[in-house]
T-cell receptor, first 114, second 110 residues
Framework: NAGVTQTPKFQVLKTGQSMTLQCAQD?????MSWYRQDPGMGLRLIHY???????DQGEVPNGYNVSRSTTEDFPLRLLSAAPSQTSVYFC?????????????FGEGSWLTVV | KNEVEQSPQNLTAQEGEFITINCSYS?????LHWLQQHPGGGIVSLFM???GKKKHGRLIATINIQEKHSSLHITASHPRDSAVYIC????????????FGKGTLLTVNP
């Protein structure tokens, strides 16, 4: 199993450009989430999905869009990049809470908006 | 919203020392996670706890639900333990909506 795979690992965007961060998992997990990590702050939830076709907003959703057409994939789209979106982005997947279930993170995507 | 506070923010230890990192949260939870992040690296789940204590190798995690407090202990610390340790909590029984602490940066010197 590859676990959670995120691409790209590094990206530089110009203000106003759009892009998609890809996230794929091969563990058949129902739950997938996107977080951003900024210096001096804990990770914050952007969007999440509890299954194919179902998405919802997290704590900081503005400027981002998601879709979940398959169980495996959960892409994050930046509609019109802004410098405030410079951050490290993590995708995560997990099974419904219960027992010893845990959460798996991707390796992160470093995004700089200039 | 659940507030998650970790202490200390930074911790420097000598190899072999016993390490304790603390996590407190403000409202009831269904589970608490301890995560590890190496510099420039991804995030790895160490433990998920809903009660009591768990042990894996030199790592021990405990939780006191009544006191809304958890600790992560590292016995016989080693320079490879140097990383950021992050506490995160589930509220409402969901594994997809976590609230994270800001992390504790641990440096273990040889």
């Amino acid at each position: 199993n590859a676990g959670v795979t995120q691409t790209p690992k590094f990206q530089v965007l110009k203000t106003g450009q759009s892009m998609t961060l890809q996230c794929a998992q091969d563990m058949n997990h129902e739950y997938m989430s996107w977080y951003r990590q900024d210096p001096g702050m804990g990770l914050r939830l952007i969007h999440y999905s509890v299954g194919a076709g179902i998405t919802d907003q997290g704590e900081v959703p503005n400027g981002y869009n998601v879709s979940r057409s398959t169980t495996e994939d959960f892409p994050l789209r930046l509609l019109s990049a802004a410098p405030s979106q410079t951050s490290v982005y993590f995708c995560a997947s997990s099974t419904p809470h219960g027992g010893g279930n845990t959460i798996y993170f991707g390796e992160g995507s470093w995004l700089t908006v200039v | 919203k659940n507030e998650v506070e970790q202490s200390p923010q930074n911790l420097t230890a000598q190899e072999g020392e016993f390490i304790t990192i603390n996590c407190s949260y403000s409202v009831g939870i269904s589970a608490l996670h301890w995560l590890q992040q190496h510099p420039g690296g991804g995030i790895v789940s160490l433990f998920m706890l809903s009660s009591g204590k768990k042990k894996h190798g030199r790592l021990i995690a405990t939780i006191n639900i009544q006191e809304k407090h958890s600790s992560l202990h590292i016995t016989a610390s080693h320079p490879r333990d140097s990383a950021v340790y992050i506490c995160a909590v589930n509220s409402g029984g969901s594994n997809y909506k976590l609230t994270f602490g800001k992390g504790t940066l641990l440096t273990v010197n040889p």
